[in-house]
């Protein structure tokens, strides 16, 4: 009896699932992308705020008498990026694809209005701000957004059966090439590099062909390598990427003085707060080199930590996009994804010394309101994505909100229903014929309706493809090109 009941113990620790089991079991909730997102932006916001605080505090303080001078304007911007948050998971698909294209004209106007003087505000040399009164705003922030938003939406209505190259290419190349020009102008390069992600990754889930892809994507390089080399500080920070040593005291000390921080940290780090490269020895600190601070104050645990939330993000990007019926969605969310970590790896690289100083912000983390508010924004288009996965619109629907939803107050999602898409788009081609030279594509295949569990076989070959996960799920005249066959 008593080696009975010693055993019973044991026996009922073996029948609980272990913690991986719980996390794989909560990953399979209809809302489990929702969540993702929100915990997220949750956390990298609030490490954002706790690490602008610990590394501007020094120097705001003998600049402005103030250790909390930038903190607050960061904290301010974070409240108005969770407002933002709040209004994206609210717009309705269909209000957010009619606004479109209007609101990307807005941005491209702001991108002009930034270069007048008198309008723009000059500082270091650049036009980039337009100063509100209580704030500034950058408008190739906010560009960056509505390119993403008004590209999918293009992309995704070029997918009727006449749609042809000329459709992928017209109008998103020249409108994205106006962009760049603009944001070059300012000068911006690294902002520029972002809305080159951006388009790039628009063409790549919007279906060119590989080759014309390749070319594009040389041909850009070889623009950034050009631009790069163009004007002196950019060809000094090239200057210092490939010879580290010939200048340690000048072009090439904020790299150095970011590797001694993150050497300074080791495993543990040095505590938070305890930076000693924040006074004064490394500029820019609660900017372009935040990381550097988290490396030197939470050490490699800290590093980890951010790079394992970005990983995490990447994960739910994909998890949403290949869930997604909707084609408008599948390309948001992919091109979204690639954007913002993008970003992140171009920051973390050049940190590390990996990639050379272009001056791009660590999404959510590095101090810059526009950049955090826009991008707070951008997690809330991208949430409100995941609100519309199939299995979530059925779940909401039949009454399975969850306490955030309800505290919220958050619209139910609209239902997909893809024979309504196909019977649009039917009645579309049958009142605007196909131009002369332009091949037909072969008829969609057929999407379950949402809240239809599909077969083992369809999920497997709808979400993650043996040689890109992004395939569009409309067909395109390129599919036998990239290795697929439909």
Same mark, same amino acid.
């Given at each position: 009896?008593?080696?009975?009941?010693?055993?019973?113990?044991?026996?009922?620790?073996?029948?609980?699932?272990?913690?991986?089991?719980?996390?794989?079991?909560?990953?399979?909730? *209809? +809302?489990?992308?929702?969540?993702?997102?929100?915990?997220?932006?949750?956390? !990298?916001? =609030? &490490? %954002? @705020? #706790?690490? /602008? $605080?610990?590394?501007?505090?020094?120097?705001?303080?003998?600049?402005?008498?103030?250790?909390?001078?930038?903190?607050?304007?960061?904290?301010?911007?974070?409240?108005?990026?969770?407002?933002?948050?709040?209004?994206?998971?609210?717009? *309705? +698909?269909?209000?957010?694809?009619?606004?479109?294209?209007?609101?990307?004209? !807005?941005? =491209? &106007? %702001? @991108? #002009?209005? /930034? $270069?007048?003087?008198?309008?723009?505000?000059?500082?270091?040399?650049?036009?980039?701000w337009i100063d509100l009164g209580l704030f500034n705003v950058q408008p190739s922030e906010i560009v960056k957004v509505t390119l993403?938003?008004?590209?999918?939406?293009? +992309?995704?209505?070029?997918?009727?059966?006449?749609?042809?190259?000329?459709?992928?290419?017209?109008?998103?190349?020249?409108?994205? $090439?106006?962009?760049?020009?603009?944001?070059?102008?300012?000068?911006?390069?690294?902002?520029?590099?972002?809305?080159?992600?951006?388009?790039?990754?628009?063409?790549?889930?919007?279906?060119?062909?590989?080759?014309?892809?390749?070319?594009?994507?040389?041909?850009?390089?070889?623009?950034?390598?050009?631009?790069?080399?163009?004007?002196?500080?950019?060809?000094?920070?090239?200057?210092?990427?490939?010879?580290?040593?010939?200048?340690?005291?000048?072009?090439?000390?904020?790299?150095?003085?970011?590797?001694?921080?993150?050497?300074?940290?080791?495993?543990?780090?040095?505590?938070?707060?305890?930076?000693?490269?924040?006074?004064?020895?490394?500029?820019?600190?609660?900017?372009?080199?935040?990381?550097?601070?988290?490396?030197?104050?939470?050490?490699?645990?800290?590093?980890?930590?951010?790079?394992?939330?970005?990983?995490?993000?990447?994960?739910?990007?994909?998890?949403?996009?290949?869930?997604?019926?909707?084609?408008?969605?599948?390309?948001?969310?992919?091109?979204?994804?690639?954007?913002?970590?993008?970003?992140?790896?171009?920051?973390?690289?050049?940190?590390?010394?990996?990639?050379?100083?272009?001056?791009?912000?660590?999404?959510?983390?590095?101090?810059?309101?526009?950049?955090?508010?826009?991008?707070?924004?951008?997690?809330?288009?991208?949430?409100?994505?995941?609100?519309?996965?199939?299995?979530?619109?059925?779940?909401?629907?039949?009454?399975?909100?969850?306490?955030?939803?309800?505290?919220?107050?958050?619209?139910?999602?609209?239902?997909?229903?893809?024979?309504?898409?196909?019977?649009?788009?039917?009645?579309?081609?049958?009142?605007?014929?196909?131009?002369?030279?332009?091949?037909?594509?072969?008829?969609?295949?057929?999407?379950?309706?949402?809240?239809?569990?599909?077969?083992?076989?369809?999920?497997?070959?709808?979400?993650?493809?043996?040689?890109?996960?992004?395939?569009?799920?409309?067909?395109?005249?390129?599919?036998?090109?990239?290795?697929?066959?439909?």
């Open positions: 009896m008593n080696g009975a009941n010693r055993t019973e113990p044991t026996r009922r620790r073996q029948e609980q699932p272990g913690a991986g089991a719980r996390f794989v079991a909560w990953l399979a909730r *209809p +809302l489990a992308s929702f969540h993702l997102v929100v915990t997220i932006a949750t956390l !990298l916001t =609030v &490490l %954002g @705020l #706790v690490m /602008v $605080l610990s590394a501007s505090s020094v120097e705001a303080y003998a600049d402005e008498g103030s250790a909390y001078k930038l903190f607050n304007q960061q904290a301010m911007f974070a409240a108005i990026g969770t407002v933002l948050f709040y209004l994206a998971l609210r717009i *309705p +698909l269909r209000r957010l694809r009619q606004w479109s294209f209007p609101l990307f004209v !807005l941005s =491209v &106007l %702001g @991108l #002009v209005l /930034v $270069l007048i003087p008198g309008i723009g505000s000059k500082v270091q040399g650049a036009r980039r993403v938003v008004w590209g999918a939406h293009l +992309l995704a209505s070029r997918r009727s059966e006449h749609a042809g190259l000329k459709d992928i290419l017209m109008p998103l190349v020249p409108a994205g $090439l106006l962009v760049c020009l603009l944001v070059v102008v300012e000068p911006n390069l690294s902002t520029t590099i972002a809305l080159g992600i951006v388009l790039a990754a628009l063409l790549w889930f919007g279906g060119l062909p590989l080759r014309l892809f390749v070319t594009v994507s040389v041909s850009g390089m070889i623009a950034a390598a050009v631009l790069a080399l163009s004007a002196g500080y950019r060809s000094d920070r090239m200057r210092a990427f490939f010879n580290p040593g010939d200048d340690p005291q000048g072009i090439g000390y904020q790299a150095r003085q970011a590797l001694y921080s993150l050497a300074d940290g080791g495993i543990w780090g040095r505590g938070l707060g305890q930076s000693r490269a924040k006074w004064s020895y490394l500029p820019n600190s609660h900017n372009d080199f935040i990381f550097a601070i988290i490396g030197e104050e939470l050490g490699f645990l800290g590093c980890a930590l951010v790079l394992g939330l970005f990983a995490l993000f990447v994960y739910t990007g994909i998890r949403i996009a290949s869930r997604s019926v909707d084609p408008f969605l599948r390309l948001l969310t992919a091109t979204a994804t690639t954007w913002i970590t993008g970003q992140a790896l171009i920051n973390i690289g050049y940190v590390v010394g990996l990639l050379p100083v272009t001056g791009l912000q660590l999404p959510l983390v590095s101090a810059g309101g526009s950049s955090l508010a826009i991008t707070l924004f951008m997690f809330g288009i991208i949430a409100n994505a995941a609100r519309h996965e199939p299995e979530a619109v059925s779940a909401l629907h039949a009454g399975q909100d969850g306490r955030f939803s309800r505290l919220l107050r958050l619209p139910k999602p609209e239902v997909y229903s893809p024979a309504r898409a196909s019977a649009a788009r039917a009645k579309s081609a049958q009142r605007k014929p196909p131009r002369p030279g332009r091949q037909a594509l072969p008829a969609r295949r057929p999407q379950p309706e949402p809240g239809r569990r599909r077969s083992p076989e369809s999920r497997g070959t709808s979400s993650l493809r043996a040689t890109r996960a992004w395939e569009p799920s409309y067909p395109v005249n390129h599919t036998r090109e990239r290795g697929k066959s439909r």
